[in-house]
């Protein structure tokens, strides 16, 4: 019965974990772009390949 415990504890660490680095991302502005890098694919630049040269 105890590995339920242990199961539990340990998967709400995680899920606490995860969640405190959900929020620091949104809280340090990572999602605030949406449209950029749908938009970007559609560009012809290549500056890899510019800088080859």
């Known amino acids: 019965m105890w590995i339920i415990y242990f199961l539990l504890g340990c998967s709400l660490t995680v ?3 995860f969640l405190t ?3 620091w991302a949104v809280r340090g ?3 605030d ?3 950029t ?3 970007r694919v559609l560009t012809d630049e290549n ?3 510019n800088k080859r040269q």
Request: proline residues 6%; without cysteine.
């Open 15 to 17: 899920a606490v974990a």
């Open 21 to 23: 680095a959900f929020f």
């Open 29 to 31: 502005r990572q999602f």
């Open 33 to 35: 772009d949406v449209v």
């Open 37 to 39: 890098p749908a938009l």
């Open 47 to 49: 500056d890899h390949d």
